[in-house]
């Protein structure tokens, strides 16, 4: 398996003895980090510097993590993908970071090791998003035609498969739980509780069922996932 690209990462965090842990284990795994202790220095460097992912506090000094977001969506010249920590865990707490432009959202405590794959697969998905192909093993992409390539042979999936098949690719290697699944299928129109799982069973009738081996995962109790194997 390839070994994962180094990453050049913003961290904001005011509580020194956290930003150390994370910079600490991160640089060991060949991440380059930056720091800063309050949110307009952070801003700051967020708009001067080039960066593949900041690590943002939400609570933090003079200006807090969703105004600091809010600041660097309005005032950068390129979407910069943003992983929020935070001792809150309510839902509404988590829907505010994601108004304002959060990409994603850790709860503290977290362990490092879930830090460093939600860091790695924020930065892929996003490099993806900017690609108008996408290329998985087996299986290609296409986001500009809308078709799907297995082995060479285009795939006959319905507006639906195509959808949850894209956003399965786009997360990969991150599982992506069911809840998350119907929240970008259908936003927030009330749907059958039986309805992903007639879509998924229809997708891996055309996506697994001529070929050799499934590429489409159940991880029970959780949600879906690509299986591409290493080649």
Not at 30 to 46: M, V, Y
Not at 80 to 92: C, E, W, Y
Not at 113 to 122: G, H, K, T
């Amino acid at each position: 398996m390839n070994k994962p690209a180094a990453l050049q990462v913003l961290l904001i965090e005011d509580e020194l003895s956290i930003a150390k842990n994370i910079a600490g284990y991160m640089e060991q795994k060949g991440h380059i980090f930056d720091f800063a202790g309050n949110g307009k220095q952070g801003l700051a460097l967020a708009l001067q510097q080039h960066y593949d992912l900041i690590i943002l506090d939400l609570n933090l000094p003079g200006m807090d993590g969703l105004q600091l977001c809010t600041a660097l969506r309005q005032q950068a010249d390129r979407h910069i993908p943003l992983l929020m920590l935070t001792a809150r865990d309510s839902i509404d707490d988590k829907l505010a970071g994601f108004h304002v432009g959060t990409d994603d959202y850790l709860t503290k405590p977290f362990s490092l090791q879930e830090l460093e794959v939600r860091c790695l697969a924020l930065s892929r998905r996003h490099l993806l998003q900017q690609q108008h192909t996408i290329t998985l093993g087996p299986l290609v992409l296409d986001k500009q035609r809308r078709i799907a390539k297995r082995d060479g042979q285009q795939l006959a999936l319905n507006v639906m498969g195509y959808n949850i098949l894209l956003l399965l690719a786009e997360a990969y290697p991150q599982v992506v739980s069911r809840s998350e699944l119907s929240q970008h299928l259908w936003r927030d129109e009330p749907t059958e509780s039986d309805a992903l799982r007639s879509h998924i069973y229809q997708l891996r009738t055309v996506l697994d069922k001529p070929f050799a081996y499934p590429l489409l995962k159940t991880v029970f109790g959780v949600g879906f996932t690509l299986e591409i194997a290493a080649a």
